[in-house]
């Protein structure tokens, strides 16, 4: 299957900071991504929906202000989480896809807020 | 999206099949349904799709009932590498592929 990178896998960050969070198409474009939120021992939940060139679309109860999203060419996204805090510290995970195609996940990042 | 509901764990031995069960009784006639997988730590991972036929493929295989209210994924020789969250989602074809709702899915350990 198509392959997905999310860079970095890991990130520790003081709290006030912000966090860029890169997400990949490597050997597609993706015209839609998207961004999960999974806190420990629950399962993923979507935070936004990503097109390329226009403004991501948020779920409800995500601010668009603290998580910026970027996409800004058919083969990245990108997820800024700004001025963090230690309850933003969780797993996200991007998904990209071409509009016939599955979605493909990739490995996650883990954020650490301290 | 329809509702799904699946056990919250399974375990199956090593060399064995690993047969899980998923009930959605609200699925649509034009709503499919998918597997996916997430081992600890990573991103999910796509198994099997269906619509109403059986599907099969490298991974597993999908037995989708005639009435299609619920399927079964069936990993025929389950090994260690296999423990996973294991995720089941109806929805409409790839049209919204990746927005996805996610359950709390069945966790499956495979044993020695």
């Known amino acids: 299957g198509a392959v997905v990178s999310q860079h970095p896998s890991w990130v520790i960050c003081k709290s006030g900071t912000s966090v860029k969070i890169e997400c990949r198409s490597l050997d597609f474009q993706a015209t839609t991504m998207f961004w999960y939120r999974q806190f420990p021992k629950q399962s993923l939940m979507l935070m936004a929906t990503?097109?390329?060139?226009?403004?991501?679309?948020?779920e409800q109860g995500v601010e668009k202000d603290k998580f910026l999203i970027n996409h800004a060419s058919l083969t990245l996204s990108t997820l800024t989480v700004t001025s963090a805090h230690p309850e933003d510290s969780s797993f996200y995970i991007c998904?990209?896809?071409?509009?016939?195609?599955?979605?493909?996940f990739g490995q996650g990042t883990r954020l650490t807020v301290v | 999206d329809a509702k799904t509901t699946q056990p919250p764990s399974m375990d199956c031995a090593e060399g064995r099949a690993a047969n899980l069960p998923c009930n959605h009784s609200t699925i649509s006639g034009n709503e499919y349904v998918y597997w996916y997988r997430q081992i600890h730590s990573q991103g999910p991972q796509y198994i099997i799709h269906g619509l109403k036929n059986n599907e099969t493929n490298e991974m597993a295989s999908l037995i989708i009932t005639e009435d299609r209210k619920s399927s079964t994924l069936i990993l025929p020789h389950a090994t260690l590498r296999d423990t996973a969250v294991y995720y089941c989602i109806v929805r409409v074809a790839h049209t919204n592929a990746g927005k996805s709702t996610f359950g709390d899915g069945t966790t499956l350990t495979v044993k020695p």
């Open positions: 998904s990209a896809r071409l509009p016939t195609t599955e979605a493909f």
């Open positions: 990503s097109n390329e060139g226009s403004k991501a679309t948020y």
